[in-house]
């Protein structure tokens, strides 16, 4: 399976054990010597509109993506 990180940041990452909507993936974690991908990043949610920062970003490691869908993308946590 081949895709773009442009279009990984459209698709919203969900626990496959309870639900959980984490959000949409922002960055990616990639070992620059092998080119592998290491973990999703999922920026943290913004507190009270904003003006008392976010909270820490979700880390998902790779190991625990379980599978791609056309919008979501399952994780195990």
């Given at each position: 399976m081949e895709t773009r990180i442009a279009e990984l940041r459209y698709k919203e990452v969900i626990s496959v054990e309870d639900g959980a909507r984490y959000g949409y993936v922002g960055d990616m974690e990639v070992d620059?010597?092998?080119?592998?991908?290491k973990a999703l990043i999922v920026p943290g949610r913004r507190r009270f509109f904003g003006l008392f920062g976010r909270e820490e970003d979700k880390i998902?490691?790779?190991n625990a993506v379980k599978?791609?869908?056309e919008d979501i993308i399952l994780v195990e946590t």
């Open positions: 620059l010597e092998t080119g592998q991908v998902i490691p790779w599978r791609f869908g």
